[in-house]
């Protein structure tokens, strides 16, 4: 197995720019596609990011994926940060034998 | 529009056996994988199993020894069974529809909070 490791918490605000990370343990980030999700609190998650950096219609531009194979890990960009962007948010991936999601990080929009 | 919707018991003591519900609507119940996922209080999400229409399965290899999804294609339903609960199974359980290639969870039901206590 593998784990997706992410970063607790980050802030910024409104107008900025966030990146959050998810760094694979094992394996190539690149073998497995990423996906990302968005959890407001006392919600379901929902995708936000599909295979590494496509948008699911009715996502907003202002969000993007990308992976790094150099240091083994995706990102998730928020560019011009608003309010409602404040959430949890959950790298996962795959392998033959088991799905793994990341610990998940929170955003906070100060 | 696909829809999933979960039932089941939502109080449980310990060495109970969890059983949950998810009806599909709106889709069919082939050509997707259908998956289990769980997230304890404060915590993050994790990954139970998943089966398709032909109940071809695949578990979290750390709770494989208590797990099984099967399904009724139908009525569009599949379905969760845990044996031998313990209060750290005690979570929100959701079920979501699987695109099998890419792994991406597309669909999730609204979730259900099963708690474990004496």
């Known amino acids: 197995n593998f784990m997706l490791t992410q970063p607790h918490s980050v802030s910024e605000s409104p107008g900025k720019t966030v990146i959050i990370s998810c760094t694979r343990s094992?394996?190539?980030?690149?073998?497995?596609?990423v996906q990302w999700y968005q959890q407001r609190p006392g919600s379901s998650p929902t995708i936000v990011i599909y295979?590494?950096?496509?948008?699911p219609s009715g996502v907003p531009d202002r969000f993007s994926g990308s992976i790094d194979s150099s240091s083994n890990s995706a990102s998730l960009t928020i560019s011009g940060l608003k309010t409602e962007d404040e959430a949890d948010y959950y790298c996962?991936?795959?392998?033959?034998?088991?799905?793994?999601f990341g610990g998940g990080t929170k955003l906070t929009v100060l | 529009q696909v829809r999933l919707q979960q039932w089941g018991a939502g109080l449980l003591k310990p060495s109970e056996t969890l059983s949950l519900t998810c009806a599909v609507y709106?889709?069919?119940?082939?050509?997707?994988?259908w998956s289990w996922v769980r997230q304890p209080p404060g915590k993050g999400l994790e990954w139970i199993g998943e089966?398709?229409?032909?109940?071809?399965?695949g578990y979290n290899p750390s709770l494989k020894s208590r797990v099984t999804i099967s399904v009724d294609t139908s009525s569009n339903q599949f379905f969760l069974r845990l044996t031998s609960v313990t209060a750290a199974d005690t979570a929100l359980y959701f079920c979501?529809?699987?695109?099998?290639?890419?792994?991406?969870?597309?669909?999730w039901g609204q979730g259900t909070q099963v708690t474990v206590s004496s």
């Open positions: 979501a529809r699987v695109v099998t290639v890419t792994k991406k969870f597309d669909y």
């Open positions: 709106g889709g069919s119940i082939s050509g997707f994988y």
């Open positions: 089966i398709n229409h032909s109940g071809d399965t």
């Open positions: 094992r394996g190539s980030i690149a073998n497995n596609y």
């Open positions: 295979e590494d950096n496509q948008r």
């Open positions: 996962q991936s795959y392998d033959s034998n088991n799905v793994i």
